[in-house]
């Protein structure tokens, strides 16, 4: 069965994009509200699993940092957008799209403020994540 | 010397009270901006730095000259000011320029301030030099009339009729009152003897004298007026002051007398240069402050300006900051004394400004008056009732703080809405105060001054402007509308001042603690959907953030929830609390094994450096006696925990809101100097409260003796041993704004100690604001550290039976949380690098060696990837560091 949630976002990605969808873990290995990092074709990636038992994918890497921590951050909401926050300085980035809410006074070590996102879809209780042949933000958010 | 330093001119200022150390404040502050050209010498006939004289009564319940000190301590090691203390001046040479100390020695100066003060006036009653008789002006005054008074007290004790001590005040002016205050403070009985129709009459007319003296009745102390004293008499027993004998053939039997009439200026040091003197004594100076030699100046009480000596702190700071500023090439001049006084005698309040005895031609005066509950309150209006000439406020003195800056100015309205009790609300509340109205006399802060710190200098909060303008940081009395300006101003510029926690709860922290703690609800999800906040055209209040979840995590945690990684609790908690580590910048954790009180056995740590050892992790004594061992993966903590448990530690707490570490000394076990068994205490300590969660981190620390070495007094809760028992001190704490903690109770039993701290702490919690340190929250407690020691100590709120069964029920459910981590596998399955690799170590770590140890390789190193170490496989858990 294919998650509601999953499908909305899978459905927004435009074109026949090169890709194939990776099982990753059961989804219910994900506590809710409390992520998890996942290395999938060497790359690392925070999933999250919310209430409505949608699944997100977002980098693993902090951008503010560098350090692979994102998983371990909160989770919660600014103004109803599901958000999480860096661990390690408190940024807060939407758990849609990745991108950077609230930034404080502080710059990203990385090119980019936000997080890379990956489609993700449940099929039978499995979270499987589009890993895109020579994937990158661009290809992703198009 | 360099040669900016020869060509300093040399400022010696000559007295080191409260004008003097406003006048190198103020000299200083901005002699700096200008390259420096004043070295400042001054000379104080007190041992102590300059302090708080106008506080002297609160050195009667805090017994720590410490709390008295005035401003930055740190003014006094600056490398252009020095202090010489025990150091009086003997004579001025006008002639040759220089003065001559006690010892002999003299002194070069360019500029002489005078800055000698008052001494207390001793009327010529016969018997004024019995052994008994004290004066009230310096602490030295204060902790002998103390020392006489338990010293007659233990007398008592032994004698046929055990009766209380009996103290009599000669004076009935500002500091007779508070004399009377001190004696009453100290258990003895008082009873103030007043020569003038009423109390306080120099400040305030008959109608509120009457008012106060039914006001100081009822503090229980006895109040004679219109009484002359003509002899103090000896007891034939003891020889010392026995009797007091009035004019009026009265007497009164007494043990100790306290002689406050009034003060008179130290201008012996000018009268002996020649300089002229008023009058009624005092150096006379010009509106400069200049005396008739270009080169001497005064400052403060010993200055005779206008014609007289001013006894009053506010008018010797104008002159300080007059002088500071003519020394500095300025043309400032005195603008005349503000005489508003306000009486710091608990429970009794008095203020008074302007003219308050209406002797302004045609001045009318608009009075109301309750005598049955002691209150009287007069405003004097020019003839056309329109302009605030001067107030007089007894028993209630709300409006004094808003109306005193308003003198000279037009009142809006009817003048008598400000002080009658239907219309004090409203008149107030419409008041705005002309920029250039005086709000904080002490420091001569304008209400303009206020505003611009917040609109032009983008202070948010009460704190910022006080720290910024200075304004209500020393007698504190203006507080109240330095806060009301400071709120408006917010407003107007679109902060908004509220105490909402963040976006999903208007509650503040203690708000939602109560409201959490009495609607018994013990998840995240019955919390926000009972309390959070709606916002207007969504479902719900969403699901928390970053802010308000720990705040959560932490109030659930402080009522007994169970393990913090509990079902939902899990989610609530900070980057450490989440995985029970502290999470170091490359995304690894170090570990801090728990030591309590800083004791450790030699097989202890045997045990902690061969974990460190097998697990590659680097190692440093922290600030808290303990071991850190960085570098831990998040899958190897687990492994980690149970190395320690195996060998009996647990790990600790050295991240969160939580109690930290209890730092001891050795104490009496070993040291020679040691009173008390410090290291047992702190062990004690450490082991009761570990575990507790609270608004902020926590510190505590124990030391065997008074020399302090474990520095407890830079802690939230500091014990420091006496000979009788134990001594606890509260609102410390390092950090960006290092504070002392005070002096909160004495000579305490182990287990008084122990009820103090459970107490202190668990109202702690229970009250603060999020990320409020102690320090902070003692202060926004109604009545500040007294407050607080009256709820915790005195139980004045009836909480004192809840807090200490809070506190037992924290210490009867404490569990060491790591292991139940190890013991649960639904926990234990959060540890894991990867969920689909949960052994694979980040492949992105590297580390560098330095001084024989790993650290996290820097972005340089990483992009030659030379000689980096990377982690391997937890199986081999080792990390080689080649030397």
């Known amino acids: ?142 | 010397m360099t040669s900016a330093d020869q060509q300093r001119r040399h400022l010696v200022v000559i007295g080191g009270g409260m004008a003097a150390q406003r006048l190198v404040e103020a000299l200083v502050a901005r002699d700096s901006d200008t390259d420096g050209r004043w070295q400042v010498s001054v000379f104080a006939e007190e041992p102590l730095k300059p302090y708080d004289r106008v506080a002297l009564t609160s050195y009667f319940s805090a017994r720590d000259a410490d709390e008295l000190t005035l401003g930055d301590p740190g003014l006094w090691d600056q490398p252009h000011v020095r202090l010489y203390r025990d150091r009086k001046i003997e004579s001025i040479d006008r002639e040759a320029q220089q003065v001559t100390d006690r010892l002999g020695e003299t002194w070069n100066y360019d500029e002489l301030v005078l800055a000698t003060g008052s001494s207390a006036a001793m009327p010529p009653i016969p018997g004024n030099d019995l052994p008994g008789v004290f004066v009230y002006r310096t602490i030295d005054d204060v902790a002998a009339l103390r020392g006489w008074v338990e010293a007659k007290r233990e007398e008592g004790k032994g004698a046929r009729f055990d009766r209380p001590v009996r103290g009599a005040v000669i004076g009935g002016g500002l500091l007779g009152l508070e004399a009377a205050g001190a004696l009453k403070a100290l258990d003895a009985q008082a009873t103030v003897i007043q020569f003038g129709t009423h109390l306080m009459d120099a400040q305030i007319d008959l109608g509120g004298g009457q008012a106060l003296k039914r006001l100081i009745n009822d503090k229980f102390i006895a109040v004679r007026t219109d009484t002359v004293t003509q002899e103090m008499r000896p007891s034939r027993r003891t020889g010392h002051v026995g009797r007091l004998d009035f004019g009026d053939g009265g007497r009164l039997d007494v043990d100790v007398v306290v002689v406050a009439t009034g003060v008179r200026p130290r201008d012996e040091l000018a009268r002996d240069a020649g300089l002229a003197i008023g009058e009624r004594g005092g150096a006379v100076v010009d509106l400069s402050c200049h005396t008739e030699d270009p080169h001497i100046w005064a400052i403060g009480e010993v200055a005779c300006i206008e014609g007289r000596c001013i006894g009053l702190v506010a008018p010797g700071y104008a002159m300080a900051e007059v002088v500071a500023d003519r020394l500095l090439g300025g043309q400032a001049t005195f603008p005349g004394a503000d005489t508003a006084t306000k009486l710091k005698l608990q429970g009794v309040d008095v203020a008074s400004f302007g003219d308050a005895f209406a002797r302004t031609e045609d001045s009318m005066e608009i009075v109301y008056a309750d005598p049955v509950a002691g209150i009287y309150k007069k405003l004097v209006m020019s003839d056309d009732g329109k302009t605030l000439l001067g107030g007089v406020f007894v028993g209630d003195v709300a409006a004094y703080a808003s109306l005193r800056p308003l003198q000279g100015s037009e009142l809006p309205g009817d003048p008598s809405s400000y002080i009658t009790p239907t219309g004090s609300g409203d008149g107030l509340a419409g008041l705005e105060l002309p920029d250039d109205a005086g709000v904080c006399s002490c420091n001569n802060v304008s209400a303009g001054t206020i505003r611009s710190a917040v609109t032009e200098q983008g202070c948010t909060d009460l704190a910022g402007v006080k720290a910024c303008t200075r304004a209500g940081t020393s007698c504190g009395s203006c507080l109240p509308l330095v806060k009301k300006i400071t709120t408006t101003e917010l407003e107007k510029v679109g902060v908004e001042v509220s105490n909402a926690l963040c976006e999903h709860f208007e509650l503040s922290r203690a708000q939602l603690f109560d409201a959490v703690r009495v609607a018994e609800v013990h998840t995240f999800t019955e919390i926000i959907d009972r309390f959070g906040y709606v916002p207007e055209g969504a479902a719900d209040a969403g699901r928390g953030c970053d802010i308000c979840k720990p705040v959560i995590a932490s109030i659930l945690a402080s009522l007994g929830n169970g393990h913090i990684l509990d079902g939902e609790q899990e989610t609530l908690q900070d980057t450490n609390d989440h995985v029970m580590a502290n999470m170091q910048k490359d995304g690894t954790y170090s570990v801090v094994p728990r030591v309590p009180g800083g004791e450790i056995t030699p097989d202890g740590l045997l045990v902690i450096g061969q974990v460190a050892k097998d697990f590659g992790l680097y190692t440093k004594i922290t600030g808290g006696q303990r071991i850190d061992m960085f570098g831990a993966r998040i899958e190897q903590l687990p492994q980690i925990w149970r190395r320690l448990v195996e060998h009996g530690f647990e790990s600790g707490h050295a991240y969160g809101k939580s109690l930290r570490t209890v730092k001891s000394c050795v104490g009496s076990t070993w040291c020679r100097y040691g009173v008390q068994d410090s290291v047992a205490m702190a062990v004690e300590l450490e082991l009761r409260y570990r575990g507790l969660r609270s608004p902020h981190k926590l510190k505590l620390g124990v030391s065997g003796c008074a020399r302090e070495c474990a520095e407890a007094r830079g802690k939230d809760v500091g014990v420091i041993a006496t000979d009788k028992g134990w001594n606890v001190y509260v609102g410390g704490n390092g950090g960006f704004t290092p504070r002392h903690a005070k002096l909160l109770a004495e000579d305490l039993t182990s287990e008084e100690l122990l009820r103090t701290i459970d107490r202190f702490l668990m109202y702690y919690i229970r009250t603060a604001d999020r990320l409020q340190r102690t320090a902070a929250w003692i202060e926004d407690v109604e009545g500040g550290l007294e407050g607080v020691r009256e709820v915790i100590m005195d139980d004045s709120l009836g909480i004192a039976a809840d807090l200490d069964e809070a506190m037992s029920r924290h210490v009867g459910a404490y569990r060491d949380e790591w292991r139940a981590v190890l013991e649960d596998p639904e926990k234990l399955s959060r540890f894991s690098s990867f969920v689909n690799a949960p052994t694979t170590p980040d492949p992105d770590l590297a580390y560098a060696s330095e001084r024989g140890q790993i650290r996290p390789a820097t972005p340089q190193e990483r992009d030659a990837d030379e000689d980096l170490i990377r982690p391997v496989l937890i199986a081999g858990t080792t990390l080689e560091v080649r030397a």
């Open chain 1, 1 to 142: 069965m294919m998650n509601a949630g999953a499908t909305t976002r899978s459905e927004q990605t435009s074109g026949p994009a090169p890709s194939t969808w990776v099982a990753v873990c059961q989804r219910a290995e994900l506590g809710v509200e409390r992520g998890i990092a996942a290395l999938v074709d060497g790359q690392q990636m925070a999933l999250f699993r919310l209430r409505d038992d949608s699944v997100h994918a977002v980098q693993q890497r902090d951008p503010f940092s560098g350090a692979n921590v994102m998983s371990r951050g909160i989770v919660g909401t600014r103004q109803g957008e599901p958000t999480v926050a860096g661990p390690m300085y408190k940024q807060v980035f939407s758990l849609r799209t990745g991108a950077c809410l609230e930034r404080g006074s502080y710059e990203p070590v990385d090119d980019s403020a936000d997080l890379r996102t990956w489609d993700v879809q449940v099929l039978d209780g499995v979270v499987h994540v589009r890993a895109p042949h020579n994937g990158s933000v661009e290809d992703v958010k198009s």
